[in-house]
């Protein structure tokens, strides 16, 4: 976590997108090793190499992801975008890519609309199978403070992704 802030606070990196320990810890064994080995026998190309490859490969982790959260936008918008509606139903499909767990109150404030505007809307992306009402939280099961989740906007940031990807 410390190189990733370090690469955004020199610039290099801008925001921190980069998940390396995801990397380190799947090649554990080798992370060891060549951290031994620059202790031992000064192996730094050996332990650069190994670094980069990590970098790499988180970065084309990052890609990918984005790409997917990109192209599940686009299709969102497209289905709930239409000529002459009203813009709060798009403004809750762009609010769940930045927080993909919502209230009805927090829709509201975020919308600027009121509560009763936001529970319609956010009724509406339930009965279209883009929220689904959370079964856990103090919330379950009543009228008010009902968490709702983007499951397709989570899974395309936290699922595996394709090997072609």
């Known amino acids: 976590m410390l190189v990733v802030l370090l690469l955004c606070a020199w610039g290099l990196l801008p925001l921190p997108l980069l998940y390396l320990s ?7 064994r080798e992370y060891y090793d060549r951290l031994l080995e620059v202790s031992t026998r000064r192996a730094w190309e050996e332990w650069l190499l190994f670094f980069l490859r990590g970098v790499e490969s988180q970065a084309r982790d990052a890609m990918g992801r984005a790409a997917r959260l990109l192209d599940l936008r686009r299709r969102y918008r497209e289905r709930f975008q239409k000529p002459r509606a009203s813009a709060v139903l798009p403004g809750l499909v762009d609010l769940l890519f930045r927080c993909p767990v919502i209230t009805v109150p927090l829709a509201a404030k975020e919308l600027g609309v009121t509560y009763a505007a936001a ?12 929220l689904r009402e959370a079964k856990w939280g103090r919330g379950e099961g009543r009228r008010r403070n009902r968490m709702f989740i983007a499951e397709e906007v989570l899974a395309a940031v936290e699922g595996p992704l394709d090997s072609g990807t």
């Open 119 to 130: 529970a319609r809307h956010v009724e509406r992306l339930v009965r279209a199978g883009v």
């Open 22 to 28: 995801a990397f380190f810890e799947a090649h554990r």
